[in-house]
Nanobody, 123 residues
Framework: QVQLVESGGGLVQAGGSLNLSCAASGRTIGGRAMGWFRQAPGKEREFVSR???????YYADFVKGRFTMSRDNAKNTVYLQMNSLKPEDTAVYYC?????????????????WGQGTQVTVSS
């Protein structure tokens, strides 16, 4: 079993930055890809970014150039640096552990999920 704990969310003005962290415990996430997803009120959970075990990153079009995902395998932690935030980025952000080393953009490709951290961007 893997437990994931996200942190770093909060309230920020448009144009500001936040750095989310997701720490895994219980079992190592070694060998697995990790993903970040988000869910805004009244909307479905959507893919934001993923990072393979080797460190390759993939992003949704709406965050390209603004968000950067990274991982520290020694610390069992992944990060999401979010810059140039927009009001439409407001959502609960979730990290997840993929079932393999590559990952996908779909929710069902992930086995474990954190409880989420709220990000609110004011205009």
């Amino acid at each position: 079993q893997v437990q994931l704990v996200e942190s770093g969310g909060g309230l920020v003005q448009a144009g500001g930055s936040l750095n989310l962290s997701c720490a895994a415990s219980g079992r190592t996430i070694g060998g697995r890809a990790m993903g970040w997803f988000r869910q805004a009120p009244g909307k479905e959970r959507e893919f934001v970014s993923r990072i393979t075990y080797s460190g390759s990153t993939y992003y949704a079009d709406f965050v390209k150039g603004r968000f950067t995902m990274s991982r520290d395998n020694a610390k069992n932690t992944v990060y999401l640096q979010m810059n140039s935030l927009k009001p439409e980025d407001t959502a609960v952000y979730y990290c997840a552990v993929a079932s393999d080393s590559f990952g996908q953009t779909t929710l069902w490709a992930y086995d474990y999920w954190g409880q989420g951290t709220q990000v609110t961007v004011s205009s």
